[in-house]
């Protein structure tokens, strides 16, 4: 495949096939990132309900052990608070604070008296009986011990108060470590979610960077990649779908190329036939005047001074099939350009100072060069501008048989130099302007109208071609460009 054909399919891909763009902007991690982030959430939540649930049901567990031991001491110490019998109550207390969790016990009368304490200080002690330790549950924040009371009763009547602190440390404890346990889960379920995030990431997007690498070598030309479909989820289905854009692609590819060769083909056959047809018409009249000729000086009907002049015919005739025939060979067998830098004002001047004084004898001939110094250096073949230069030079010179001004200038143009060969003679006829680069195109008496085809042809290997502007009776200006150099 050919540069400009491989350049048509040039895919312009995205700069994030390269590592150097960052991990950040991959699918990859995206979709690690959202299923990471699911995972997080949907276990933060389910933990969060699961540790509450836990701790209602811890502290409701130590709620109603507290309850049923309050109770039992109420019941327990009802005969000793009537007797007042201090040394029961202070058995019952001991046995209370014997119990699991329990911080303090106390007991006081309906009066308010402390007569059975876990502190021994307050033994005796009056308390305003409705000031006794009042209950809470749930704990508040911060408080370690859950205090519980019950009412001593004889029948409907109060006779005393039994109030039971228990330590709520091993629930703490226990909540603690219900609450690390949920966030182990939650990191735990994090790197598995996002280990099982990174293989999947892995597997779906190793389909499209298959797809991304091919894309890139299409991109260079190479139209025998395939990318594996093996799957049969949709990058499966993506896949064999490129595949199938790809095959179409280089079919589409060759048929181009071979309608191409074929037009190409078909193209050189038709000028073959036109070249040849051109100089069967070109060589038709000087081979004709030259027979005619040889057929007169083998007859004896002529004189000296007729010998003589049908010799001359003959020798004009030959020579101007020698050079339809040289020019042809020119125009036919042109070599490659060899482009070198070289002075072209040199060149202009030196051709056109020969032309002139060629051309200039009995008329009023003028020759005006200018080469502007920044366009006096440019890249050309040195034979073949010469012979640019000397037939748009000629013609110039040609156009003009009474005289004229011939004026040459280069300028430049950006990269590009410009070249001007202008002349103030016959002009040409606007219908006439299309055709006098064709081969054999001629309205000159004895021209082979080869001159302007290889002009082009040469300017043509140059990446240029010739521009024509004429005025009928005004003159014409014909120009090309040259890459220059400063
Ligand atoms: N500067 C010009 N002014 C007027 N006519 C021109 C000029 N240049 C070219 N032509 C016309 O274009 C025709 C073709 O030119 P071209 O140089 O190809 O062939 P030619 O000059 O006729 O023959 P030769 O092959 O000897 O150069 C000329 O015959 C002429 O009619
Ligand atoms: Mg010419």
Not at 113 to 126: A, D, H, I, Q, S
Not at 159 to 170: E, K, W
Request: proline share 3%; glycine share 8%; with cysteine.
């Amino acid at each position: 495949m050919s540069q400009s054909e491989s350049g048509n399919l040039a895919i312009l891909l995205p700069k994030t096939a390269n590592k150097s763009s960052g991990f950040t902007h991959t699918l990859r991690f995206r979709l690690m990132l959202s299923v990471a982030l699911v995972h997080v959430v949907l276990m933060g939540i389910f933990v969060a309900v699961a540790v509450r649930e836990q701790s209602d049901k811890i502290q409701a567990e130590l709620y109603s052990r507290g309850r049923s031991l309050v109770a039992l001491t109420a019941v327990a110490s009802t005969n000793a608070l009537l007797t007042e019998d201090l040394g029961a109550l202070a058995e019952i207390i001991h046995r209370v604070k014997s119990q699991p969790e329990v911080v303090y016990c106390e007991i006081i009368d309906s009066r308010g008296r402390v007569l059975g304490t876990t502190y021994p200080e307050r033994l005796g002690k009056v308390l305003p009986l409705l000031a006794a330790q009042s209950e809470h549950f749930p704990l508040p924040p911060g408080d370690h011990v859950l205090d519980l009371q019950e009412r001593i009763r004889i029948a409907d009547q109060t006779i005393g108060i039994v109030t039971i602190g228990l330590s709520t440390v091993r629930m703490d404890s226990a909540l603690a470590k219900t609450w690390r346990d949920g966030l182990f889960f939650i990191l735990t379920a994090l790197i598995v979610g996002s280990g099982a995030a990174w293989v999947l990431s892995l597997v779906t997007t190793r389909g499209l960077r298959n797809m991304m690498e091919a894309a890139s070598k299409i991109s260079q030309g190479n139209l025998d990649v395939r990318v594996p479909a093996n799957s049969q989820d949709e990058v499966g289905m993506l896949a064999t779908a490129f595949n199938h854009m790809v095959a179409s692609l280089k079919q589409a590819s060759e048929d181009a190329a071979q309608e191409h060769e074929r037009r190409n083909q078909a193209e050189r056959l038709a000028c073959v036939g036109e070249m040849s047809a051109m100089i069967a018409h070109e060589i038709r009249n000087p081979l004709s005047a030259i027979i005619n000729s040889v057929n007169l000086l083998g007859g004896d009907t002529l004189n000296q001074e007729d010998r003589s002049q049908v010799i001359s015919i003959l020798n004009n005739e030959s020579g101007r099939l020698s050079r339809i025939l040289g020019d042809f060979l020119e125009f036919a067998k042109m070599r490659e350009s060899q482009l070198t830098r070289a002075n072209l004002k040199v060149l202009i001047e030196e051709i056109a100072n020969m032309l002139y004084q060629d051309h200039q004898a009995g008329k009023r001939l003028r020759l005006a060069i200018h080469c502007a110094p920044d366009a006096q250096m440019a890249v050309f073949d040195h034979d073949q501008m010469r012979q640019v230069l000397w037939n748009l030079m000629l013609n110039a010179l040609q156009s003009m048989p009474e005289g004229g001004e011939l004026s040459v200038m280069t300028r430049r143009a950006g990269e590009k130099i410009m070249v001007h060969i202008a002349d103030t003679g016959c002009g040409i006829a606007p219908d006439f302007q299309k055709e006098i680069i064709k081969p054999f195109v001629s309205s000159r008496k004895g021209g082979t109208g080869l001159g302007l085809a290889i002009v082009q042809r040469i300017l043509v290997q140059h990446g240029t071609q010739l521009s024509i502007k004429s005025t009928q009776h005004v003159g014409t200006e014909v120009s090309f460009q040259l890459n220059g150099i400063h």
